[in-house]
């Protein structure tokens, strides 16, 4: 036999050089075939309920950027048909309601504007040109309008305010909210706006909330479902916080307002409610108004309750009293008589059925996933509803699910030849005690490979949060299929503070970041470390934003279990930490209010990892954004600091155009390959 030099491309080069563990079995996760994954979004149902439209995400690492096109697909089954392939993004694809045209957001010279095509992928045209840009848009019911929300500016920039210097680079402000999560106070407002529409024309834009410095959707994640047409196209219900500065820093009082578009009033429906007020949905019968309902002013992980109002009488009921815990994306059946929700339970979020009549609330689906939205369609002649789903070893796909018995089809299969041809590690649920005699359900991620008579580093995922489920994500950053292919084992518990275990669960770490909740992850920890097959030399802790302050907490506190940390976005001192976040109804309830205050919160004294930095001996890397508002970059600053200072391995990956998350395909790859370098330095995982 001749022999011949084979040559090894340069990603596979790069693979055997960072990621020794997976040289040798190429049909494993890798973080190249991570961002060839598809991502899928939420479908829009025809009205007829016939067909869906979704987008489908792809990204060019090379180029360093993402692309969403539209596809149609038959709620029955079959093969996907491409709407649109235009340059850039097309997104937020809605139904006219006659089922003529499709309308959707997509980039111009001037913002992203409204197009529409028709179902058959032919017609393309662009509907509006509002200058700057458009976002949230919604046909009315009955066809006679659109609404969208615009920007509006109403404060003056500092060069406005002094126009003789025009290359003065400075902000000035006068009150809190400044920044915002990853963006700072651009002196405009995102505005609700209403217009006649009528065949691909629409008239003079309305806005239904001039000179009010407010925004709808909620700053920074809210979307078009925080607004909500009424079925007859003569109401609007949208979402928004009236207070500023200080007072809105401090408060999760968020409401929701009924515009009357004939008379142009404006009523506010949660008059009195002092916690969020979410996800509008009208009743087909327009009678009756579902949303979500936090009781407490200044706690952002309240309950999640399910709330329906009559109109008729003005009563408010809650619909999900018997069950105590989060419930998500209200959506009304065809007749009225039932609401689906969504809803944390466990360690997964499955699907749930509200008697919109009768205060009640019954679980539909059961398995180890997570359903995220969901929409009402028709298969033959009935209902269903078409969910997205994801599980820890498979990203979002949409399904239709029978309301009858919960079970589901995959609609979508963008990613199933990638995905079949990868070998996955077992996820496995275990029980393990913890301190005070509660049960921890953890998580546990196998390599593929997994051979229990070998020896097996292990890491232990400390969650974000702090509070929020530990369920089914897909993550593509923290993505435990990732780190099995590259030869550890993942413990992932759903400590103090997780959602899906009842209220009083995930509300116990509030005041205590270091105390149960620290208990939770080291009891999950020691009871794998004890098997037989892992070893106790080899132990890691990993985790972001609470996650990070997690690692920051067990790395003076950890009584020498592990051999390194990675914290990304972490809180590193608790008083640097309140005065510089910006949402501080998030540290005054769960640190106790400020740090100044007598008698003094005892979080910032017990609970603050840089009180522990004597304690620190282990190698720690430590990775931030700039525009990370929420978790300051000079908290993983100091964090480093104290490191090289008290003479440890450390590292510092700082990302200057990333925020909380990072988000661009080389920033995540790069991500990757230092986190798995670092790993490899540290823990010396096996060939």
């Known amino acids: 036999m001749k ?62 950027k993402g692309n969403t096109d539209l596809w149609l697909r038959p709620v029955a089954g079959g093969e996907a048909r491409r709407l649109t392939d235009l340059d850039g993004s097309e997104s937020d694809a809605a139904w006219r309601p006659d089922g003529e045209w499709i309308g959707f957001l997509a980039g111009t010279d001037d913002g992203r504007q409204w197009h529409e095509i028709r179902p058959d992928g032919s017609d ?51 009150d809190l909210m400044y920044r915002h999560w990853d963006s700072w106070h651009e002196y405009d407002y995102s505005h609700l706006f209403v217009a006649t529409y009528e065949d691909g024309s629409i008239g003079d834009p309305r806005d239904l909330m001039p000179g009010q410095r407010i925004d709808t959707p909620l700053s920074p994640f809210g979307g078009g479902e925080q607004i909500a047409w009424s079925p007859d196209g003569g109401r609007i219900v949208y979402t928004a916080k009236t207070l500023s500065g200080v007072e809105y820093a401090r408060s999760t009082n968020s409401d ?101 009549a009768d205060a009640g609330i019954e679980r539909l689906t059961e398995g180890v996933f997570d359903y995220t939205s969901i929409g009402v369609a028709r298969h033959g002649d009935r209902d269903v509803l078409l969910a997205t789903r994801r599980s820890m070893s498979a990203p979002v796909d949409i399904y239709r699910v029978d309301p009858g018995d919960g079970s589901a089809v995959a609609l979508t299969d963008e990613n199933r030849a990638l995905l079949d041809g990868m070998s996955l590690g077992r996820v496995e649920q275990r029980m393990i005690p913890a301190t005070d005699g509660e049960e921890i359900l953890t998580w546990v991620i196998y390599p593929p490979d997994f051979d229990p008579d070998r020896r097996w580093p292990v890491l232990l995922y400390a969650k974000g949060g702090p509070q929020g489920p530990m369920s089914q994500s897909f993550s593509y950053r923290w993505n435990f299929q990732l780190m099995a292919a590259n030869g550890y084992v993942v413990v992932a518990p759903n400590r103090r503070g997780t959602a899906g275990f009842g209220q009083a669960w995930e509300e116990q770490i509030s005041g205590d ?15 794998v470390a004890a098997e037989p097959w892992a070893d106790e030399e080899r132990l890691g802790a990993i985790g972001a934003s609470y996650g990070g302050y997690s690692v920051f907490w067990l790395a003076g506190n950890h009584e020498k279990r592990f051999k390194t940390f990675v914290a990304h976005a972490g809180v590193f001192n608790l008083e640097s930490m309140y005065g510089a976040t910006e949402e501080l109804f998030f540290v005054d309830f769960d640190l106790g209010g400020p740090y100044w205050e007598t008698p003094r919160p005892p979080s910032y004294d017990e609970f603050s990892p840089h009180r522990f930095v004597a304690n620190w001996d282990t190698p720690i890397l430590i990775i931030h954004g700039q525009q990370d508002f929420r978790v300051p970059v000079t908290e993983g600053m100091q964090a480093f600091t104290a490191a090289r200072l008290k003479g440890l391995d450390a590292r510092f990956l700082y990302f200057p155009e990333e ?8 920033n995540g790859v790069l991500w990757h390959r230092v986190f798995f370098d670092w790993l490899g330095r540290t823990l010396k995982p096996a060939a």
Do not use: C
């Open 256 to 356: 929701l307002f009924l515009v009357d578009l004939a008379s142009g009033s404006t009523t506010n429906l949660t008059e009195g409610m002092m916690g969020y007020d979410l996800e509008p949905s009208f009743s087909p019968d327009g009678r009756s108004l579902a949303w979500l309902s936090m009781e407490r002013d200044g706690y952002e992980a309240d309950l999640d309750r399910l709330f329906v109002l009559d109109f008729d009488t003005g009563q408010k009921r809650n619909l999900s009293e018997s069950y105590d815990d989060e419930v998500h994306g209200p959506t009304w059946s065809t007749d009225g008589s039932t609401i689906w929700v969504t809803g944390d339970t466990r360690g997964t979020v499955q699907i749930f059925a509200a008697d919109a």
């Open 124 to 174: 393309l045209r662009q509907v509006t040109a509002v200058p700057g840009g458009i976002s949230n848009i919604q046909y009315s019911p009955d066809g006679g309008r659109i609404s969208f929300t615009a920007p509006v500016k109403l404060d003056l920039t500092t060069v406005e305010l002094y126009p003789d210097l025009p290359q003065a680079e400075a902000r000035i402000a006068d």
């Open 3 to 64: 022999h011949t030099t084979r040559r090894i491309p340069l990603s596979a080069a790069l693979l055997v050089l960072l990621f020794p563990a997976v040289a040798a079995a190429q049909d494993v996760m890798t973080p190249e075939r991570l961002w060839e994954i598809q991502r899928i979004s939420a479908p829009s149902i025809s009205p007829d309920g016939q067909a869906f439209v979704y987008g489908v995400r792809t990204y060019d690492v090379g180029a360093n």
């Open 513 to 527: 970041w270091g105390g149960q909740a620290m208990d939770d992850l080291l009891s999950a920890i020691d009871q």
């Open 659 to 666: 925020g909380h998350w990072i988000l661009s395909p080389q």
